[in-house]
């Protein structure tokens, strides 16, 4: 008797796992991680020093304008996190001796680095600019909200706008298969249905919970010296500092426990 085939499994993985991974390994890699992060460091505390000066902190077209540098170099220190994940590639290129061979490698990471690093890029800016959408829509709604009732179907929209942005938490990484030179519209397709998107979630709260925890922990304590008065200059820049390692910190664990996760949703596929 013929057996039946057994039903498509859905897309899934271990929330905890995946986060797990991306733990170990940015412990594992942390001397290879902190050579490859100290330029993006520089450039970030560079480009965030300026936002403060020029106190662009609430405008965030201009704030995104000024951190795009931050941005490229954010993307470039991802691209290769996921390389060194999927393929075990490292940097700098180390060549083999076999130059046909070399030359086809060197081109197929440069053309993964570049499509990363622009997408994540992209990301950022769009995810910019619905910030400052969605903030000043809330402003105009909460000033209007003073003078008259809102409308029945508001709550509705704004049930529905959230389990929106809950699906499209994966347009978010969308620079993992572009790093990867995996096309992205088969990465989406390959994605399946709402649910991968919850397990995306998870991986991501897990990641980034407990360092913004910590970060909240060790930045209190300069606030508690930033009160006395006479350093509080020297405080807040410290504070500025710690942001940008935290920051960082944040993006590794957190790209490489998704890229971990959509590893072994999608181990089977080449």
Same mark, same amino acid.
């Given at each position: 008797?013929?057996?039946?085939?057994?039903?498509?499994?859905?897309?899934?993985?271990?929330?905890?796992?995946?986060? &797990?991974?991306?733990?170990? @390994? +940015?412990?594992?890699?942390? %001397?290879?991680?902190?050579?490859? !992060? =100290?330029?993006?460091? $520089?450039?970030?505390?560079?480009?965030?020093?300026?936002?403060?000066?020029?106190?662009?902190?609430?405008?965030?077209?201009?704030?995104?304008?000024?951190?795009?540098?931050?941005?490229?170099?954010?993307?470039?220190?991802?691209?290769?996190?996921?390389?060194?994940?999927?393929?075990?590639?490292?940097?700098?290129?180390?060549?083999?001796?076999?130059?046909?061979?070399?030359?086809?490698?060197?081109?197929?990471?440069?053309?993964?680095?570049?499509?990363?690093?622009?997408?994540? &890029?992209?990301?950022?800016? @769009? +995810?910019?600019?619905?910030? %400052?959408?969605?903030?000043?829509? !809330? =402003?105009?709604?909460? $000033?209007?909200?003073?003078?008259?009732?809102?409308?029945?179907?508001?709550?509705?929209?704004?049930?529905?706008?959230?389990?929106?942005?809950?699906?499209?938490?994966?347009?978010?990484?969308?620079?993992?298969?572009?790093?990867?030179?995996?096309?992205?519209?088969?990465?989406?397709?390959?994605?399946?249905?709402?649910?991968?998107?919850?397990?995306?979630?998870?991986?991501?709260?897990?990641?980034?919970?407990?360092?913004?925890?910590?970060?909240?922990?060790?930045?209190?304590?300069?606030?508690?010296?930033?009160? +006395?008065?006479?350093?509080?200059?020297?405080?807040?820049?410290?504070?500025?500092?710690?942001?940008?390692?935290?920051?960082?910190?944040?993006?590794?664990?957190?790209?490489?426990?998704?890229?971990?996760?959509?590893?072994?949703?999608?181990?089977?596929?080449?």
């Amino acid at each position: 008797m013929d057996q039946k085939p057994a039903p498509n499994k859905k897309p899934s993985f271990d929330i905890i796992d995946a986060a &797990t991974a991306g733990y170990k @390994l +940015s412990w594992a890699e942390r %001397a290879y991680l902190w050579r490859l !992060a =100290m330029i993006p460091l $520089a450039i970030k505390i560079i480009c965030l020093t300026t936002v403060v000066n020029l106190g662009l902190e609430g405008d965030y077209i201009k704030q995104a304008l000024v951190m795009l540098p931050s941005y490229m170099a954010d993307g470039w220190l991802l691209s290769h996190i996921i390389r060194l994940i999927y393929l075990n590639h490292r940097w700098p290129f180390r060549p083999t001796g076999r130059p046909d061979h070399d030359m086809q490698t060197i081109r197929d990471r440069a053309g993964g680095i570049m499509a990363g690093t622009v997408t994540y &890029t992209l990301i950022k800016f @769009l +995810s910019v600019g619905l910030i %400052a959408f969605f903030t000043a829509s !809330a =402003m105009a709604h909460e $000033a209007a909200g003073r003078m008259e009732e809102p409308a029945p179907g508001t709550f509705i929209l704004a049930l529905a706008g959230l389990v929106f942005l809950i699906w499209a938490f994966r347009f978010l990484w969308l620079y993992i298969p572009a790093a990867l030179n995996y096309p992205i519209r088969r990465f989406i397709r390959d994605l399946g249905g709402y649910a991968t998107s919850l397990y995306m979630i998870g991986t991501w709260l897990l990641c980034v919970v407990p360092l913004f925890l910590l970060f909240g922990l060790v930045a209190s304590l300069f606030m508690g010296i930033a009160s +006395s008065g006479a350093s509080a200059t020297v405080a807040i820049f410290l504070i500025n500092i710690l942001r940008v390692f935290f920051d960082t910190a944040i993006l590794i664990v957190s790209t490489a426990g998704i890229a971990y996760g959509l590893k072994m949703m999608l181990g089977g596929k080449k």
